[in-house]
């Protein structure tokens, strides 16, 4: 601002602060007094039926002149780098933040936009925010030991489970090997019955034989089915009645 510009707008302050300002006190209370009817006024957007006649002529009332020793590009700047602070705020601490809300923000674009010489800043942005709801809290986190402990117990169970199978694996294994070394034995009886038999005409009961040796492996076979369902059933951990 240029000094001659400032002393025009010295002599325009002082004019307006000492006579537009008894003036304008004047005219409201002249219009309070020769007010006859209810009233609308429009605030923050919306109607509003109001009564003058009830007011105080001198309760509440500012008269703002609109002159002050910065000029509106200057309020701009300074609204810019207000809203700046606001934004940065708002991105590292959230919209709950203790130090500025939305709805503060939305005041300081409205305040930008009327500067610019736009009277409805409603047009752009809302001049009236709905509170936030609560951000959900983040669920606790665990705790560390307790985690080693689960970890470990399942460690644990894992190795016991390897270590039932591979003994089962080896038990089948002994059945199996001793399985087979029979029906070799009794492959080798059946032969030595027929070499006899052809050899000196006795009657051998082949039958019976076989009926003999299989019954003792059903027997093995059935001691061993026992001893692995033991084996099992003894490592299940009793359940709880809850």
């Known amino acids: 601002m240029s000094g001659a510009q400032g002393r025009v707008e010295l002599i325009c302050r002082h004019f307006a602060e000492g006579g537009l300002k008894t003036m304008f006190k004047t005219v409201n209370n002249l219009v309070i007094k020769h007010q006859n009817a209810q009233d609308v006024f429009r605030l923050n957007g919306k109607f509003i039926p109001v009564d003058p006649r009830y007011w105080d002529s001198d ?33 590292l601490l959230g919209p709950q933040n203790p130090l500025v809300s939305m709805q503060q923000y939305a005041n300081t ?103 003999v040796m299989e019954r003792d492996r059903e027997g093995i076979r059935q001691n061993a089915k026992a001893q692995a369902q033991g084996l099992f059933t003894n490592n299940v951990p009793p359940q709880q009645n809850i």
């Open 59 to 91: 309760k509440d009332m500012v008269v703002n002149v609109a002159i002050s020793k910065s000029s509106d590009e200057e309020k701009f700047q300074v609204l810019t780098q207000v809203a700046g602070k606001q934004e940065q705020i708002l991105q």
């Open 109 to 211: 674009l409205t305040r930008m936009i009327e500067l610019a010489g736009f009277q409805d800043a409603q047009s752009f942005v809302n001049s009236e925010v709905p509170p936030m709801p609560p951000q959900p809290q983040e669920p606790p986190k665990p705790d560390p030991a307790e985690m080693l402990a689960q970890a470990e117990a399942m460690k644990a169970q894992v190795s016991a489970q390897k270590a039932m199978i591979d003994a089962e694996t080896d038990r089948m294994k002994i059945i199996m090997d001793d399985d087979r070394q029979r029906d070799i034995e009794e492959a080798q009886l059946r032969v030595k019955a027929m070499e006899l038999q052809a050899k000196y005409g006795a009657q051998i009961n082949i039958a019976e034989i076989n009926a």
